[in-house]
């Protein structure tokens, strides 16, 4: 089962609950499921501590970040060794960024994507896998040239 961990800051923390709502109901059929891992009263950056330790221990396989512009995260996660993030805001990129470059995390705007939209991009999301091959090149080059970040 492929596990997706969501996390987002307190002002988002109603489109991280709907999210996961959206996932119990509609996302029975796909073998993953979406964990709230946001805390209240901290913001993305915060969550984002607590996100990649779950990543890393394998306790969850891929996340979502929610913020207002999608960036924070991004910008802070792709630091990080062994983590491909994309800020996504179409269904397009969203498999295409997986099946391309084996990213594990997403991050959203939530002033720039809506709700139904982020739900059709974590579908995507989450069926989508690394292709490999050709791409593998690319990614070996990106890891390469990121390999001393931690």
């Given at each position: 089962m492929l596990k997706i961990g969501i996390i987002t800051d307190k002002n988002n923390l109603k489109i991280a609950k709907s999210l996961v709502s959206w996932s119990k109901k509609n996302l029975k059929k796909a073998q993953f499921s979406i964990v709230n891992k946001s805390n209240t009263a901290s913001s993305i950056l915060a969550n984002a501590d607590h996100a990649i330790q779950l990543v890393q221990t394998k306790k969850i396989d891929r996340?979502?970040?929610?913020?207002?512009?999608?960036?924070?995260a991004f910008m802070y996660i792709a630091k990080f060794e062994n983590f491909v993030v994309a800020e996504i805001n179409d269904e397009h990129s969203a498999h295409m960024t997986t099946e391309h470059n084996n990213s594990n995390v997403l991050s959203f705007g939530s002033k720039l994507t809506t709700l139904d939209q982020m739900q059709n991009i974590i579908t995507?999301?989450?069926?989508?896998?690394?292709?490999?091959?050709?791409?593998?090149?690319?990614?070996d080059m990106m890891n390469e040239l990121v390999g001393g970040c931690k």
């Open positions: 996340l979502i970040c929610v913020d207002d512009w999608g960036i924070a995507y999301f989450a069926n989508a896998t690394y292709e490999g091959a050709r791409h593998k090149v690319r990614i």
